[in-house]
Every structure is written in structure tokens, then in C-alpha cells.
């Protein structure tokens, strides 16, 4: 059974960082293309950003473009998203999702964690 555990939302001021992190477990994690998604209050759920299985393609939504950076570590099945220069706009909940196919697709990412809470004040 494949899980995605979420973890390194909170409340910042704008300006600030954070670092997101998912854990993966159950499936074979280098198999794997790695996307973060969001979702804020009262809108659909967006594309942020993505890896490819190995690392070395990485893709980004133009509003995240320049200030989020991904990443993998496929010897700890973890993939994280570094997010500087917050911005009010950026609050919502964060979702970690896996595809077996490079995409920033949301219909084409099987497995989903929970999410975590990112919220940004003024």
C-alpha cells in the first residue's frame, strides 16, 4: 500500500521560508515522478511542482517559478519542496503526489498524502 506523509507546513510572515517534506513508503520510490500540489480556500486544487524519477527534470508553476525548489532523495524515499520569499497567496494545504509518468497533471498522479497546512501572513 503506497503512503505519503506530509510534513513541514506551519505559519510564516511573508518574506519567510519553509521547507515541506513526503515520506514515501510502498512502493518502489525511483519509479516513481514526484509533484506537489496545493489547494487554497475556495479554489481548485493547482499544480506547484515537479520531478522526474531521477532527479534531474524538475517543472514549476509560473507563480512559484524562481522562488520554490524541488527535490528527491531516492536512497530515503523522500521528496521535498523548499519555498523562500513566501507570499500571502502561496497559503494553502500542500499535497505531495506520485505518477509513474512525468506530468503536472493532476488526473495523471495516482497516489496522494494527506497534505499539510501552509499559511502566510502579511
Known amino acids: 500500500q503506497v503512503r505519503l506523509v506530509e510534513s513541514g507546513g506551519g505559519l510564516v510572515q511573508a518574506g519567510n521560508s519553509l521547507r515541506l517534506s513526503c515520506a514515501a513508503s510502498g512502493l518502489t520510490f525511483s519509479n516513481y515522478a514526484m509533484a506537489w500540489f496545493r489547494q487554497a480556500p475556495g479554489k481548485e486544487r493547482e499544480f506547484v511542482a515537479a520531478?522526474?524519477?531521477?532527479?534531474?527534470?524538475?517543472g514549476y508553476a509560473d507563480s512559484v517559478k524562481g522562488r520554490f525548489t524541488i527535490s528527491r532523495d531516492n536512497t530515503k524515499n523522500t521528496v521535498s519542496l523548499q519555498m523562500n520569499s513566501l507570499q500571502p497567496e502561496d497559503t494553502a494545504v500542500y499535497y505531495c503526489?506520485?505518477?509513474?509518468?512525468?506530468?503536472?497533471?493532476?488526473?495523471?498522479?495516482?497516489?496522494w498524502g494527506l497534505g499539510t497546512q501552509v499559511t502566510v501572513s502579511s
Open positions: 503526489a506520485a505518477s509513474r509518468s512525468w506530468s503536472k497533471t493532476e488526473a495523471d498522479f495516482t497516489s
Open positions: 520531478i522526474s524519477r531521477g532527479g534531474v527534470g524538475t
